[in-house]
C-alpha cells in the first residue's frame, strides 16, 4: 500500500539560479493505492497491471536476480489519474512494497529510489513524512518529519495535465522568478523547522500564487477571497495538476463542511474532504 498526494505545499526551483532544479514538498494525503499478489498454482501473471507498475516489477526483479512464484495480481486505487495525486508513483511505490513483502526482504528505500529513477520523475511518497524533494533527480534534499498535519477541502478542476510535457515551460518560469520562490521556500522550510503551520500555509499559498503565471487554476482568485471567511490557514494546488483546495488547522464541522460545499457547488465544482500530511 502506498497513499499519494493532494499535489504538493511547494513546486519550484531548489534556488534561483540560471539552471534550476524541480524541487517539491509533496502534500501527502490519506488516499492510497493497493497492489496484492497472491501465490497460488497455474501459470504465474509476469507482471503487474499497469506500464509503469510493470516495469517497475521488472526493474526489482532484476535487481534481485529473482523470478516470480505462480500467483495472480490485483490493484485497487483511491487514486485519480493525471490530477496531481500522484498516482502512478503510489503504483509503482505499492507494487514494489507488495514484492519486498512477498520474498520477505527489508525495504530498502534507496532500491525504491534506483527503479523510480528509471521510470518517471517521481514525488517523495515512498517516505512516510514530508520532505524537500528534487523529483527529476529523484534526491530527498530534506526530511521534514510527520509534525504537521491539515484537514482540506479541495476540488479537482477539469482535464488533465501531462506533467512532462510542461517541463520545459515550468523551468523558464522558475528563472524568471528564481528569487520569489527561494524566498517562498525559505519561509515553508522555517514553517516546518518551527512546527508552525500557519506559516506552512502562507507559504504553501504564495507557491500556488506563483503557479498561477504557468499553470493556472481558474478557482484560485475567488478562493484566495474568500479564505478568511471559512477560517482556512491557505491554499494549495497541486502545480502541474488540477487539485486546488483549503488548508484548515482543525477538524471541520458539518455546518462548514456545508458552507464550503455551497460556495464550491457556486464555481461549478463538487468538493470533496480529506486530512493530509500527519500531526
Known amino acids: 500500500m502506498c497513499h499519494g498526494t493532494l499535489g504538493e505545499l511547494y513546486q519550484g526551483p531548489l534556488r534561483a539560479g540560471a539552471e534550476p532544479d524541480i524541487a517539491v514538498v509533496s502534500f501527502p494525503v490519506d488516499r492510497h493505492s493497493w497492489v496484492h499478489f497472491t501465490p497460488g498454482p497455474g501459470a504465474p501473471q509476469p507482471l503487474p497491471p499497469g506500464e509503469k507498475?510493470?516495469?517497475?516489477?521488472?526493474?526489482?526483479?532484476?535487481?534481485?536476480?529473482?523470478?516470480?512464484?505462480?500467483?495472480?495480481?490485483?490493484?485497487?486505487?483511491?487514486?485519480?489519474?493525471?490530477?496531481?495525486?500522484a498516482s502512478s508513483t503510489a503504483d509503482m511505490v505499492a507494487t514494489l512494497r507488495c514484492l519486498f513483502r512477498l520474498f520477505a526482504l527489508p525495504y530498502d528505500t534507496d532500491v525504491v529510489i534506483g527503479v523510480l529513477a528509471e521510470v518517471e520523475r517521481a514525488d517523495s511518497v515512498f517516505l512516510d513524512e514530508f520532505a524537500?524533494?528534487?523529483?527529476?533527480?529523484?534526491?530527498?534534499?530534506?526530511?521534514?518529519?510527520?509534525?504537521?498535519?491539515?484537514?482540506?477541502?479541495?476540488?479537482?478542476?477539469?482535464?488533465?495535465?501531462?506533467?512532462?510535457?510542461?517541463?520545459?515551460?515550468?523551468?523558464?518560469?522558475?528563472?524568471?522568478?528564481?528569487?520569489?520562490?527561494?524566498?517562498?521556500?525559505?519561509?515553508?522550510?522555517?514553517?516546518?523547522?518551527?512546527?508552525?503551520?500557519?506559516?506552512?500555509?502562507?507559504?504553501?499559498?504564495?507557491?500556488?500564487a506563483l503557479s498561477q503565471d504557468v499553470l493556472p487554476k481558474a478557482a484560485f482568485g475567488s478562493m484566495l477571497a474568500h479564505r478568511e471567511r471559512f477560517g482556512a490557514d491557505?491554499?494549495?494546488?497541486a502545480h502541474t495538476g488540477c487539485l486546488i483546495g483549503y488548508l484548515f488547522p482543525g477538524r471541520l464541522d458539518a455546518a462548514l463542511k456545508s458552507e464550503l460545499s455551497a460556495f464550491f457547488h457556486s464555481l461549478g465544482h463538487q468538493c470533496s474532504f480529506a486530512q493530509g500530511g500527519y500531526g
Open 234 to 237: 491557505g491554499v494549495f494546488v
Open 132 to 208: 524537500l524533494y528534487l523529483s527529476g533527480r529523484h534526491r530527498v534534499v530534506r526530511r521534514l518529519g510527520t509534525d504537521l498535519g491539515f484537514h482540506t477541502a479541495y476540488v479537482t478542476e477539469p482535464g488533465t495535465v501531462d506533467t512532462a510535457a510542461v517541463t520545459d515551460l515550468l523551468l523558464a518560469h522558475y528563472r524568471r522568478r528564481g528569487e520569489e520562490y527561494e524566498r517562498c521556500l525559505t519561509d515553508l522550510l522555517k514553517g516546518f523547522a518551527s512546527g508552525d503551520p500557519a506559516a506552512v500555509a502562507r507559504a504553501a499559498t504564495a507557491s500556488a
Open 53 to 85: 507498475s510493470a516495469a517497475a516489477a521488472r526493474l526489482f526483479l532484476e535487481h534481485y536476480g529473482l523470478t516470480l512464484p505462480p500467483g495472480r495480481w490485483s490493484a485497487h486505487s483511491d487514486l485519480r489519474v493525471g490530477v496531481g495525486m
